[in-house]
């Protein structure tokens, strides 16, 4: 037989061969919860993407085919670990909402669908759609202000705001209305309700509102402050007033006259209030994975704040014990984060973290993180 002839059998036997190598083939589970969203948007989401991020993947004949069939079934197995529009009823309200943001991020950068899959299934995703599905998730994260909850505040050991002619500092309670002038000094102004102060404000530190947060009479240089409103935030001042300050609200910001210059970061210290972040990736491989949830827990005067920001859920804690306990209570809660595996792991590293919030003398931060809970641009 000729060389070439050879060859060419050989390279059939070594493709009949490689046939028979086994793998773990993937199927098509059923829908358990399939992500909501607008009819026009789903189309496009089902035809690009679907294939990798959902149960409902469409097999082409070549997906038989070794070392296609290897590829193929790999990046189906990894892409819905990642995300799976499928399953969206498994998820929290933070990871939809994050699924959804990398998902518009990694279109915008070329990232998704991947290349190869491109070459096979040529189609564009268009501007006009990718805007439309940027406005559909802003629609959807609008209620989701993950970075405060109203229940939270409330659940701040604080004094009640009684004299208001000397320097504040720490953390106090106040509603209404007040007139007279405030001086913060890393102090903490919890507001339930709408909170109108009236005569201006000197120094730095913290104003948080559960309504609506009105600020007027401001003059001078002023912050750094962060000021939070969730159900809006109104500012007025003279125009020589240069107000450095980070502003979140879901709602409606209104500036008069002064001039507001933002920090999309913010690290500030407010006396007595410690916090630390548990975060962690799901590990059962299975659901995605990559996708992280956290718990924040903040210590200030002798009490532990445990906020849980993805089912608002807010617990306090006095000793160290009852903290760990209540955060391990809500990740048994989770489906995703009940494995006794990570259970093991939150126990031993986690409750050093927590003893050292605890210590007096620490520097006590209190932090608000723009590019992590989705502060408003106005
Ligand atoms: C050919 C299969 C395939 C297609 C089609 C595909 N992806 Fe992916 N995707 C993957 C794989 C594999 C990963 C995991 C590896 C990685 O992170 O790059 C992934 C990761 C992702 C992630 C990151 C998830 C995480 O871990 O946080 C997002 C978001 C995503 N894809 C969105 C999309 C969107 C939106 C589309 C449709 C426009 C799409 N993908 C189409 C295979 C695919």
Redesign the pocket.
């Known amino acids: 037989m000729h060389w070439k002839w050879r060859a060419r059998l050989g390279l059939l036997a070594g493709f009949g061969l490689i046939q028979l190598w086994p793998y773990e083939s993937v199927s098509n589970a059923p829908e358990t919860g399939p992500a909501p969203m607008p009819a026009d948007i789903r189309e496009w989401?089902i035809e690009?993407?679907y294939?990798?991020?959902s149960n409902q993947t469409r097999w082409p004949w070549y997906s038989a085919l070794a070392p296609l069939s290897w590829w193929i079934a790999d990046?189906?197995r990894?892409?819905r670990a990642?995300?799976n529009f499928s399953r969206w009823k498994d998820y929290t309200p933070r990871q939809r909402a994050l699924?959804w943001r990398?998902?518009l991020q990694?279109?915008r950068e070329n990232r998704?669908?991947?290349l190869q899959?491109s070459v096979l299934h040529p189609g564009a995703?268009s501007e006009l759609q990718l805007n439309r599905l940027e406005t559909f998730l802003k629609e959807q994260e609008v209620d989701a202000a993950d970075c405060l909850s109203p229940s939270e505040l409330l659940a701040w050991p604080a004094t009640p705001l009684s004299h208001t002619s000397q320097t504040l500092r720490g953390a106090f309670r106040v509603s209404g209305t007040l007139s007279q002038p405030l001086h913060l000094d890393n102090a903490l102004l919890l507001g339930q309700g709408d909170l109108n102060l009236h005569g201006g404000i000197r120094g730095n530190g913290a104003i948080l509102a559960t309504g609506k947060l009105s600020i007027q009479g401001l003059t001078g240089q002023i912050g750094p402050l962060a000021l939070v409103g969730l159900q809006g935030i109104s500012l007025e001042g003279s125009t020589d007033c240069r107000l450095e300050a980070l502003v979140h609200t879901p709602e409606n910001l209104e500036v008069r006259g002064l001039q507001l210059e933002r920090k999309q970061y913010f690290l500030m210290p407010v006396v007595g209030v410690n916090q630390s972040r548990v975060e962690f990736c799901r590990d059962d491989g299975q659901l995605?994975e990559?996708?992280e949830r956290q718990v924040l827990i903040r210590y200030g005067h002798d009490t532990y704040v445990i906020w849980d920001s993805e089912f608002q859920l807010v617990k306090t804690a006095i000793t160290l014990e009852q903290a760990l306990d209540a955060v391990e209570t809500i990740l048994k809660a989770d489906p995703v984060t009940s494995t006794t595996r990570w259970r093991r792991r939150f126990r031993s590293s986690w409750k050093k973290r927590l003893k050292r919030l605890a210590i007096p003398g620490t520097p006590a931060i209190f932090e608000l993180r723009a590019d992590q809970a989705g502060f408003n641009e106005p």
């Open positions: 989401v690009r993407c294939d990798c991020h990046d189906v990894r892409g990642g995300l699924g990398r998902s990694r279109i998704m669908p991947p899959y995703i995605g990559r996708i």
